[in-house]
């Protein structure tokens, strides 16, 4: 007998085709070599989520090759060990009831902030737009338990951002759902380059709160098409 509910059957086959498709882009948009970095989902109505098995390349994930965890981490279902980070992202929605998507990837810019243990500074429009304010840094944690995943939620517990460098190891960001974490990962990308290499001329000038709270805002509420112009 299978341990996931009848009644969440066909949401949690979705997931998986969702979350493998997801997977795909983080090496289309270079933030993963090999087989590192995740993407999880939270299943909505339970304490599960989906996620990718350890070490599997991405030409191999699709979506029967997805695995589904408990939030202790634990497989519930799939033929395959889960991801060595599924602790952290399980951890995550366990205390973040509004998080319905994780990611973890080791994208170059961002990593390297990390391993300086320096937070990106709110200096672009871009910034505040996305992660309302700095890029925070959180504690250093060894894998194999649910450190990581304490350590990203005590440091976004207290940020408006979606995403976080955990130091010496690399960004992880949240979203409402799996895509929208994604998107925050391609971006926390994109930021930290160019915040590099606008160092490389001289210090970036740090935008004013005000402007940044109503950037947050008017990003947040307004910008796209799902709010009326």
């Not at 948009?29 to 090999?34: H, P």
């Not at 390297?112 to 890029?135: H, N």
Request: with cysteine; hydrophobic share 45%; net charge negative.
């Amino acid at each position: 007998m299978s341990a996931i509910a009848d009644e969440l059957r066909a949401v949690v086959e979705a997931l998986k085709v969702e979350v493998a498709a997801l997977h795909a882009e983080l090496p289309r948009n270079q933030l993963v070599v090999w087989t590192a970095g995740n993407v999880s989902a939270r299943v909505p109505g339970a304490d599960l989520l989906v996620i990718k098995p350890s070490g599997v390349s991405y030409d191999d994930l699709d979506a029967e090759a997805m695995v589904v965890c408990d939030f202790d981490g634990n497989l519930v279902e799939g033929t395959r060990n889960p991801s060595s980070d599924t602790a952290a992202h399980a951890y995550v929605y366990r205390h973040l009831p509004e998080v319905g998507g994780v990611v973890h990837t080791h994208s170059d810019y961002a990593t390297a902030w990390a391993a300086r243990r320096e937070p990106i500074p709110c200096v672009l429009t871009m910034i505040a737009d996305e992660f309302g304010g700095d890029i925070p840094v959180g504690p250093f944690a060894l894998i194999g338990d649910d450190s990581i995943g304490r350590g990203i939620v005590e440091t976004l517990q207290t940020s408006r951002s979606r995403a976080v460098l955990m130091a010496n190891h690399g960004p992880f960001t949240i979203g409402g759902n799996a895509r929208d974490a994604v998107k925050a990962a391609v971006m926390v990308e994109d930021v930290a380059r160019t915040v590099h290499l606008s160092r490389q001329l001289g210090e970036p000038i740090r935008l004013a709160q005000s402007d940044i709270d109503r950037l947050f805002d008017r990003y947040q509420n307004v910008y796209g098409q799902g709010s009326a112009k």
